[in-house]
């Protein structure tokens, strides 16, 4: 069983660029969830990605912007970088059975983005 | 919307005596509690869960307690080990949409 990959594990960007970090879904899951975990803090809840749609949304900037592809992998992108973007970035996948199931979520060990 | 909020944000305990760890929520609608361990440098792994329609999950020294009324969950780890020590998170969501996390516990086992 094939576990969450993300890529790259570390990103040096400046003010005002974008990035688009990647993720690997776990083999057998459907679903992707993107979490932004700042320094000594839990994660925060950016969206959910099911059936390559947007299935749900934090409190982030439009600015945050994802894509799930038929393969069930995952971008996240961020446009315009500010300072405040530098953080962890978390990929979370699980299994959606559409009837209000949703296993678990599994995460990789994220995408560490600084923004300088 | 959901907010989780966890309890202490540190706890040093000695080898072989017992961590607890407390978090409540608010939304009344959540039903899934589940629990992560993360280590430096990795992402965040899933320890034990907890829905809404039971009261109590244990997995061997880990066990969790649910009171959906007073709107609290606990994590109890027993006979702690220095392997123990990481950051542990609660986390609450209804059907693990738009899952609300607790600012964290760092736990420290001594040897």
């Known amino acids: 069983e094939t576990g969450v990959t993300q890529s790259p594990t570390h990103l040096i960007k400046t003010r005002g660029q974008q990035v688009t970090l990647r993720c690997s879904s776990q083999?057998?899951?459907?679903?992707v969830s993107w979490y932004q975990q700042a320094l000594g803090q839990g994660p925060q809840f950016i969206f959910q990605?099911?059936?390559?749609?947007?299935?749900g949304r934090g409190n982030f900037p439009p600015r945050f912007s994802g894509l799930q592809f038929p393969n069930y992998s995952s971008e996240l992108n961020v446009n315009a970088l500010e300072l405040d973007d530098s953080a962890l970035y978390l990929c979370?996948?699980?299994?959606?059975?559409?009837?209000?199931?949703?296993?678990?979520?599994?995460f990789g060990n994220g995408t560490r983005l600084t923004v300088t | 919307g959901e907010n989780v909020e966890q309890h202490p944000s540190t706890l040093s305990v000695q080898e072989g005596d017992s961590a607890v760890i407390k978090c409540t929520y608010s939304?009344?609608?959540?039903?899934?509690f589940p629990w992560y361990k993360q280590e430096l440098g990795k992402g965040p792994q899933l320890i034990i869960d907890?829905?809404?329609?039971?009261g109590e999950k244990k997995d061997q020294r880990i066990a969790v307690t649910l009171n959906k009324t007073a709107k609290h969950f606990s994590l109890h780890i027993t006979e702690t080990q220095p392997e123990d020590s990481a950051v542990y998170f609660c986390?609450?969501?209804?059907?693990?949409?738009?899952?609300?996390f607790g600012a964290g516990t760092r736990l420290t086992v001594k040897p």
């Open positions: 979370a996948s699980s299994f959606y059975r559409g009837n209000s199931y949703n296993s678990p979520l599994h």
């Open positions: 083999s057998g899951h459907n679903t």
């Open positions: 990605y099911y059936r390559e749609e947007e299935n």
């Open positions: 939304d009344s609608a959540s039903n899934y």
């Open positions: 907890i829905r809404s329609n039971v």
């Open positions: 986390a609450a969501s209804y059907n693990n949409n738009d899952m609300r």
